[in-house]
């Protein structure tokens, strides 16, 4: 397939701003890829198709205020500095973007506060730069009470303090990722005690989703593309739940195409889920053969995004296509805080 086929026209007024409240009544439509019906839901509706036995894998990676703003010693100008990864947190080494960053330097400090400053150890993109904090093992703690959410660039407005709370999940627990999972921004406490009731598992794995998630595919034979390394993790626990509910015939739901991805990253060679953790450039498209979805949670996204690929690799392209049209035309709100849609 190529680029082009996943193409669509999405309104600046369709592109989510803020996210419904309360979470779990967003809109769900549902693709039933058997019978090629297309169903408009609440959100909270989920709970209905899951049922004993299944399991439910969610990402409980957690957005980190990766927006910090400081000052560049002796000049007092001001630098954005935007965490991209840690590199080693012994000694507090990441990988930055700086704006402007034509005033930013090897040597350079930047101070954020009387505590918090870095110094800038290597250029590594025209933007890129690597720093070293002063505060080794405690960034993801220093960087909480001073920096900015990193709402996705399409979001034009800046942060609020309540996006703190809504761009993450209820479930968020590994700081990491500077873009949220943003399937999992629906669930709410209750909803989750729900589906539980109703006899299922609930499982974590751990993909943190970076920067790459929003870049966009320059080249029109997909296989040519390259995604981004992103770190991810499956414990163990996770694996053997699901590996057992695969073998007993029940339903895997997974919520996510970053969940998606780290489990179809570490498969075994009879099909199902291994433990491990590293990192993946997975880039799922059609055709795919998914190993171990069976049911995909996923938001409205943007076009020609390896999100939507993904998404159509799963529930067909054209099926998917037109769904997206139906949902433009029935006031589904799109991207990170939008809608969601789920394929069974």
């Not at 921004?185 to 974590?204: Q, S």
């Amino acid at each position: 397939m190529k680029l082009s086929d996943f193409k669509y026209n999405l309104p600046k007024n369709a592109i989510a701003k803020h996210p419904f409240t309360p979470r779990d009544k967003a809109k769900l439509m549902v693709l039933d890829r058997e019978t090629q019906e297309i169903e408009n839901k609440k959100f909270s509706d989920i709970a209905e198709y899951v049922e004993k036995g299944d399991v439910v894998v969610v990402n409980e990676t957690r957005v980190f205020q990766a927006r910090l703003f400081g000052k560049k010693e002796k000049t007092n100008a001001k630098i954005e500095v935007f965490l991209l990864r840690e590199l080693n947190s012994d000694e507090a080494i990441w990988d930055v973007i700086v704006d402007p960053a034509r005033k930013v330097r090897i040597g350079n400090k930047i101070y954020f506060n009387d505590k918090l400053w870095c110094e800038v150890i290597d250029n590594t993109t025209s933007r890129g730069r690597t720093v070293r904090f002063n505060q080794p093992n405690n960034v993801f703690k220093a960087v909480e009470k001073i920096g900015l959410t990193p709402l996705p660039p399409y979001i034009k407005r800046e942060p609020e303090p309540a996006d703190k709370e809504n761009y993450q999940t209820v479930y968020a627990k590994v700081d990491g990722s500077v873009a949220a999972p943003t399937a999992g921004l629906h669930f709410t406490t209750k909803l989750l005690d729900k589906i539980k009731a109703r006899g299922a598992t609930i499982v974590p794995v751990i993909l943190h989703i970076g920067l790459g998630t929003f870049r966009p595919v320059e080249v029109e034979d997909l296989t040519k593309h390259k995604m981004d390394s992103e770190f991810y993790e499956i414990p163990t626990k996770s694996a053997e739940i699901i590996n057992k509910a695969m073998d007993a015939k029940k339903d895997i739901f997974v919520v996510g195409t970053s969940s998606t991805r780290a489990l179809e990253t570490n498969v075994t060679a009879e099909g199902r889920v291994k433990p491990g953790r590293g990192w993946t450039d997975k880039f799922i498209h059609p055709p795919y053969d998914f190993k171990i979805v069976d049911k995909l949670v996923t938001n409205f996204h943007a076009e020609e995004s390896t999100l939507l690929m993904l998404a159509c690799a799963f529930g067909d392209t054209d099926f998917v296509m037109k769904a997206y049209k139906k949902a433009l035309k029935d006031g589904y709100r799109f991207l990170s805080y939008g809608d969601a849609m789920l394929i069974i």
